[in-house]
């Protein structure tokens, strides 16, 4: 194996867009490349690290030996260090070896910017070039049509080592691409959301305790076979929403945490720097090389995967300075209050770059809080996310519900009171794997009553949710009535199916969604107050809700009921804005779903005024149900 050669691809300009935190693609740039230098092939190595004194890169090509290929720091202050060593090749195993200035400490890191990384446990980095032909062109030019804001967005949040398995071992991401891709087709969703994928040393934090920003994890293929299904994915008209996460990242030995001897990556403070809940480090937003990373992380997976979206998660975190943190544990900003202003700061370049570069995507957050216009564009001084989760809605929901039948005519105010919110942002409605973890329960045993009632109560809370104004997710088991909580070390429990109760479960979350695809009220104006109206929401004595859903033209209106007791409704009178007859196109009580079967055949218009219209419409209302007539 030949000595360190040196040799840069860095441009005076680069290192000048480094420096001021504006370099967003330096994935292109930092890290580990195939090349020729003078005639010979190897491995160019680029590493930031302006704390250390000496780097080396160490790995099975010389034995791990620390100095046996020292690498070359700039002259420019930029603190780069790098070097070109012949004869490697793809697969290479690596690490850097860092000496550190800082009380001569020695770090051994895997990569930042490595686009591969070893099967956990094991930790190095992989030297890695994949060639894949993309053959998603007909969804890439299509795309920003799939997933503007006046288009159906309906997303199946998947863990990937947990949907299902393969002989209790974990799918790869080829067979994923064959029966994940079908499963979710059949099923009518518009998106897939993967929990996150970037690699991570730890099985149960899910994903969520990154260390490999820039490689897909190994567990399921190569970085090849998690193209291919995005690209499976894209060619069946299916979305990819990538789990993202730039709040926190682990203390592993070999991850970004105290990467040269110093507080590189995270904050110095560990006021600021640290997170107590989650037992991991917060990255410098303040730090411009350190925007530059995850600025060009997020454009990484935009622009290399094909991904139509970053959910961005744990924003609320990011956003304040007291967040999870007692008095005295936290210091305010320069004005005096608890808004982490760098973090506000990064948040908003992060959604311009996002959009200016790839206007056909949607990044999500992922906020539990009262934090305003995160959905505003950044030039109205707000976030500049296109959507974000919903959390009331969906903690005030899950609370009617839980709820014995009898006594919700007491809680009306729970149910309704989303809707004066509705339209401060672009909210999107998720019951997410948070949901189904930690001794909450799965949805289905959320829902009281005997086995008959559950049931129905879990066909009407989807189709409360595919009917209320928003974009919808909704995690894998729920649609199928999963019974037990999520355990991300076995599949998902596909035998339910067998039985006729979860197979109807199912068939309502496939006719929502190809309802909410069909039905342009559903969507044209899921964010708009103009797309949503009260008929009545008052009658309480009943537990049932009236309202419109209403489109771009008047004709695509519909009038939706929903009954939340098991009483059914017989002659219910609904006021209409309508002069012609109405169909009843859904009816969450239909025997095929397992429900009593108490359908409308017609839903004539009388001229009895009610609800403040001119006319009417008298119709059953059957129990625990939701019914949308057109």
Request: contains cysteine; glycine residues 8%; negative net charge.
């Amino acid at each position: 194996m030949g000595k360190v050669i040196p040799h840069s691809i860095f441009s005076d300009f680069d290192i000048e867009l480094f420096k001021a935190g504006k370099h967003f693609r330096l994935y292109e740039k930092l890290g580990s490349r195939l090349m020729e230098v003078d005639g010979e092939k190897g491995v160019y190595f680029a590493v930031w690290a302006p704390s250390a004194k000496a780097v080396s890169v160490v790995g099975d090509f010389n034995y791990w030996l620390e100095g046996e290929h020292p690498l070359n720091v700039r002259w420019d202050a930029s603190g780069i260090w790098e070097g070109f060593i012949p004869g490697l090749k793809k697969g290479t195993l690596y690490k850097y070896k860092i000496h550190s200035h800082h009380n001569d400490i020695k770090t051994e890191k895997a990569d930042p910017y490595a686009r591969a990384c070893e099967h956990p446990p094991k930790t190095a980095s992989v030297v890695w070039e994949d060639q894949y032909a993309w053959k998603d062109e007909g969804w890439m030019e299509k795309r920003a049509a799939h997933n503007a804001l006046e288009a159906p967005y309906s997303v199946y949040e998947v863990h990937l080592g947990s949907w299902k398995r393969k002989d209790g071992d974990f799918m790869t991401y080829r067979e994923l691409a064959k029966d994940l891709v079908e499963y979710v087709k059949d099923m009518n969703f518009t998106h897939v959301e993967f929990m996150p994928i970037m690699e991570y040393p730890y099985d149960p934090s899910w994903g969520y305790q990154l260390t490999g920003y820039f490689a897909p994890t190994s567990r399921f293929g190569s970085p090849e076979d998690f193209k291919f299904l995005v690209d499976a994915l894209h060619r069946a008209g299916i979305g990819v929403i990538l789990d993202w996460v730039p709040s926190h990242f682990p203390e592993d030995a070999h991850g970004l945490g105290y990467f040269d001897g110093s507080h590189l990556y995270e904050h110095p403070d560990r006021r600021r720097g640290y997170h107590p809940d989650w037992k991991s480090l917060i990255f410098n937003y303040g730090r411009n090389e350190v925007r530059s990373f995850l600025i060009s992380n997020a454009l990484f997976w935009l622009d290399q995967y094909h991904a139509d979206g970053l959910r961005v998660d744990a924003v609320a975190s990011m956003l304040y300075l007291d967040y999870s943190r007692e008095e005295g544990e936290w210091e305010p900003n320069i004005y005096g209050n608890n808004e982490h202003l760098e973090a506000i700061s990064f948040i908003r370049e992060l959604n311009t770059e996002v959009y200016g570069n790839f206007p056909g995507v949607q990044t999500i957050a992922e906020e539990s809080t009262a934090f305003s216009m995160v959905t505003k564009p950044v030039s109205m001084g707000g976030l500049g996310f296109g959507m974000k989760w919903m959390m009331g809605w969906m903690h005030d929901t899950l609370e009617y519900f839980k709820k014995e039948p009898v006594y919700r005519r007491h809680h009306q105010n729970d149910i309704t009171f989303s809707m004066t919110y509705a339209f401060t942002e672009n909210f999107m409605l998720p019951f997410s794997h948070d949901e189904v973890v930690y001794g909450k329960q799965s949805l289905l045993y959320r829902m009281p009553g005997d086995e008959w009632q559950r049931f129905a109560n879990l066909r009407l809370l989807f189709g409360y949710m595919f009917t209320h104004p928003g974009s919808n997710l909704l995690f894998m088991g729920g649609e199928f009535g999963q019974s037990s909580e999520w355990n991300f070390q076995q599949s998902l429990d596909w035998h339910l199916l067998q039985y006729d109760f979860h197979k109807g479960v199912q068939a309502v979350v496939r006719d929502l969604n190809a309802l909410y695809r069909a039905q342009p009220a559903l969507y044209e104006k899921q964010y708009s107050p103009e797309g949503f109206q009260w008929i009545d929401y008052g009658d309480a004595e009943n537990s049932v809700l009236t309202y419109l859903r209403k489109g771009k033209a008047s004709k695509d209106d519909l009038v939706i009921a929903c009954n939340f007791t098991p009483v059914p409704r017989e002659g219910y009178r609904i006021g209409v804005p309508k002069t012609r007859q109405l169909k009843e196109v859904f009816n969450s009580d239909a025997e095929m779903y397992g429900g009593s079967g108490m359908v409308n055949t017609k839903a004539a218009i009388e001229k009895t005024p009610w609800h403040g219209y001119d006319r009417s419409i008298c119709v059953n209302l059957p129990p625990l149900s939701v019914v949308v007539f057109r």
